[in-house]
C-alpha cells in the first residue's frame, strides 16, 4: 500500500521509452488517497478503463473499486503495472479483470469488448483513457505515419470501444472521456496530441447529445499537468525535472488528485451534468 504524500514535489530528470512504467518512476504517482472516506458511490457497477494500469487511469481504477465496482482494465502491454494495480484492487477487496490489447487497431478493440462480454452482461461505466504523445520542433516533423498513430490511440480507439460498447450500456450508464488542458490552449510542441484532444472535447459534446434520450450521460475530464508515465516517456530530463511548475500552484498533480473528477462524473451525484467537462488542471484558466 502507499505512504507517499500526495502534494510530494519532483526533483529529479527521468526518461523512459515508451509507453512508459510506472514502477520504475522516483518518485512514485500517487494513485491512493487514503485519507479518503468512500460511500460505496459505486456499489454493484461494473467500469471498464482503458489505459487503466498506470497514471491516472490505476487511480481511477483503484477509487471505482474502493467505492464499490467492479473494475475491467484494458491496457497495452505494462504488465508489471496493470498486475500491481489488480493487487491493490485485490487488497481492498474489489474485484479486477486485466485486458492486454493494443487500442490503435479497430480490431483489437472490438476483440476487447468482445472478451468483456463473455465475462458480463451490461457496462455501466466506460472510461475512455488511453493515450500517447511525443513532442516535435514543428508540423514539419510530424510524419503521417506518426500522426495516424496518435489519433488511432488517442481518439479512434474511444470511437471502436465506445461503438463496441455501447449496446451494453442500460438508462443510467455513463460514459467519461480524458481529454486535456491543451485541448483548450494548444501545446506548440504536442500539436498532434492537442488536436486529438480537442477532437474529444468535441466527441464527448456531440456523443452526449446523441445519447440523451437513451439516458447515458457523457462527459470528460481535462487534466493539466499530472505526474504520470507518459510524462518520463515524452519529455527529456530536463523538462521532467521542472515539469509542473507553469502552472499557478507550481506543481504537478498527482493521479489521485485527479480521480475523484471521475468518480464524480461515475457516480449520481453528477446525475444532471451530461456533455460537459471538468478542470482540474492546477489552476490554469480555460474559457470553453
Not at 494495480?85 to 487497431?105: F, H, M, N, P, Q
Request: glycine share 8%; with cysteine.
Amino acid at each position: 500500500m502507499q505512504k507517499a504524500n500526495p502534494k510530494r514535489q519532483l526533483r529529479k530528470g527521468q526518461t523512459q521509452r515508451k509507453p512508459g512504467m510506472e514502477y520504475k518512476m522516483d518518485p512514485a504517482p500517487v494513485y491512493d488517497d487514503k485519507t479518503r472516506h468512500c460511500r460505496g458511490n459505486l456499489n454493484g457497477k461494473i467500469a471498464l478503463i482503458t489505459g487503466g494500469d498506470s497514471g491516472i487511469g490505476r487511480a481511477v481504477s483503484i477509487l471505482f473499486a474502493k467505492e464499490g465496482a467492479e473494475v475491467v482494465i484494458v491496457y497495452y502491454n505494462e504488465h508489471k503495472d496493470a498486475e500491481d494495480t489488480r493487487r491493490v484492487i485485490e487488497e481492498y477487496g474489489g474485484k479486477c479483470t486485466l485486458i492486454a490489447s493494443d487500442l490503435s487497431k479497430e480490431k483489437n478493440c472490438v476483440s476487447a469488448i468482445s472478451k468483456f462480454k463473455k465475462q458480463y452482461k451490461y457496462l455501466d461505466i466506460l472510461v475512455n483513457n488511453a493515450g500517447t504523445q511525443s513532442e516535435s520542433k514543428g508540423l514539419e516533423e510530424i510524419s503521417t505515419e506518426h500522426l495516424l498513430k496518435t489519433f488511432s490511440v488517442n481518439l479512434f480507439s474511444f470511437f471502436w470501444i465506445t461503438k463496441s460498447a455501447i449496446n451494453l450500456m442500460r438508462e443510467n450508464s455513463c460514459i467519461i472521456n480524458t481529454a486535456s488542458v491543451t485541448a483548450y490552449r494548444g501545446s506548440a510542441k504536442l500539436i498532434d496530441y492537442a488536436s486529438t484532444k480537442g477532437a474529444i472535447v468535441s466527441f464527448t459534446r456531440s456523443l452526449s447529445a446523441n445519447l440523451a434520450e437513451r439516458k447515458i450521460r457523457v462527459n470528460a475530464v481535462a487534466p493539466g499537468p499530472v505526474w504520470t508515465p507518459l510524462i518520463v516517456s515524452s519529455f527529456k530530463a530536463r523538462k521532467v525535472s521542472s515539469f509542473g511548475s507553469e502552472v499557478p500552484m507550481k506543481r504537478a498533480g498527482n493521479p489521485s488528485e485527479i480521480a475523484s473528477c471521475y468518480l464524480f462524473l461515475a457516480s449520481n451525484d453528477s446525475a444532471y451534468m451530461t456533455g460537459q467537462v471538468l478542470h482540474p488542471n492546477g489552476g490554469e484558466i480555460v474559457n470553453g
